[in-house]
């Protein structure tokens, strides 16, 4: 059994730029969430995606986007970067988006 | 608006001192209070749900327990490879997604 895989690990961007962080599922986990964590801090909700659809939000921006894909393999999708975009992004796998959340390594992006 | 509170932020231990981490919430309709484990630059890793008031669970050197508010975790005779940071979350709901919400942590530091 594979855990939550994220790719890539690290990543520089330029301010304005787009950037797409992709996640792979736990086996047999459905649903998958994203999170933001700055230095310091707690991990923040963005959305969730359970059978392809996003079925709820956090407080962030429009410019904060997803996929999620049949195999429930998901993307990030994060354009018009801002410097307070650096952080580790984070994913989470679930079943049915009820049960544990196994979260994977992360992405650390930075934005200068 | 869910709100998860925990203390100390840092905390530091000398092997084999016992103490406990605070974890204190507000949630309308607590689904779970989850506690995990994060060391520095990666993602987090699950330790203990808790569902309803009284429960506890425990785990090797740790043991969490749960009120109608706060929640703790016990660290009995640590050693140094406990030092982490402990992110205590709780879950609720945005939308139709089941979200977890965070506290910012405890840096556990276990010396010699």
């Known amino acids: 059994e594979t855990g939550v895989t994220q790719s890539p690990t690290h990543l520089i961007k330029t301010r304005g730029q787009q950037v797409t962080l992709r996640c792979s599922s736990q086996s047999g986990h459905n649903t998958v969430s994203w999170y933001q964590q700055a230095l310091g801090q707690g991990p923040q909700f963005i959305f969730q995606y359970y059978r392809e659809e996003e079925n709820g939000r956090g407080n962030f921006p429009p410019r904060f986007s997803g996929l999620q894909f049949p195999n429930y393999s998901s993307e990030l999708n994060v354009n018009a970067l801002e410097l307070d975009d650096s952080a580790l992004y984070l994913c989470?796998?679930?079943?049915?988006?009820?049960?544990?959340?196994?979260f994977g390594q992360g992405t650390r992006l930075t934005v200068v | 608006e869910d709100q998860v509170t925990q203390s100390p932020e840092a905390l530091r231990l000398q092997e084999g001192e016992s103490s406990s981490l605070n974890c204190s919430y507000t949630v309308s309709g607590l689904r779970g209070l989850f506690w995990y484990r994060q060391d520095p630059g990666k993602g987090p890793e699950f330790l203990f749900t808790?569902?309803?008031a009284g429960e506890e669970k425990e785990k090797e050197r740790l043991k969490a327990t749960l009120t109608k508010k706060e929640s703790f975790l016990h660290i009995t005779a640590p050693k140094p490879e406990d030092s982490a940071t402990y992110l205590c979350a709780s879950q609720g709901v945005a939308g139709t997604a089941s979200k977890l919400t965070f506290g910012t942590g405890t840096r556990l530091q276990v010396t010699l």
């Open positions: 989470a796998s679930s079943s049915d988006g009820q049960g544990i959340a196994f």
């Open positions: 808790l569902y309803s």
